[in-house]
């Protein structure tokens, strides 16, 4: 997604373009790459909306009426997450920084913490 401007311009063109008489194949598609770019953006503003929403909620700000299932959800997803995480990192293996003692992937090339060469 651009900027918000850059949203705004892509509005403001495809609102000229609807303007003009549509003849042939290319102008459809022309416009179905303009309408699937809209629809791009705005997905990509809605989500912001609903990221911003979570915490607001999440941070007691705003109730959750009206949203308990999908924070639960969204809660429970998280969780998931995090579990999911640690298991890769489990799968990797660690090993320790012998400078500073942070527990590292066995994948990793540097410390985490301190930039440590670990390989
Ligand atoms: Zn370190």
């Given at each position: 997604m651009?900027?918000?401007?850059?949203?705004?311009?892509?509005?403001?063109?495809?609102a000229h373009e609807a303007g003009k008489k549509i003849s042939n194949t290319a102008d459809i598609a022309g416009l179905k790459l303009q309408e699937a770019s809209i629809r791009r953006d705005m997905r990509a503003v809605y989500e912001k909306m609903g990221k911003d929403?979570?915490?607001?909620?999440?941070?007691?700000?705003?109730s959750s009426?009206?949203?308990?299932?999908?924070?639960?959800?969204?809660?429970?997803?998280?969780t998931q997450?995090?579990?999911?995480?640690?298991l890769i990192e489990k799968?990797?293996?660690?090993?320790?920084?012998?400078?500073?003692g942070q527990s590292c992937t066995n994948d990793s090339i540097y410390?985490?913490?301190?930039?440590?060469?670990?390989?």
């Open positions: 651009g900027t918000f401007d850059d949203v705004m311009e892509n509005a403001r063109y495809a929403m979570y915490k607001k909620i999440a941070d007691g700000i705003v009426e009206g949203y308990k299932k999908e924070v639960s959800l969204l809660d429970e997803l998280s997450l995090k579990m999911v995480k640690q799968a990797k293996g660690s090993i320790k920084c012998p400078v500073c410390c985490k913490k301190c930039g440590n060469k670990l390989k």
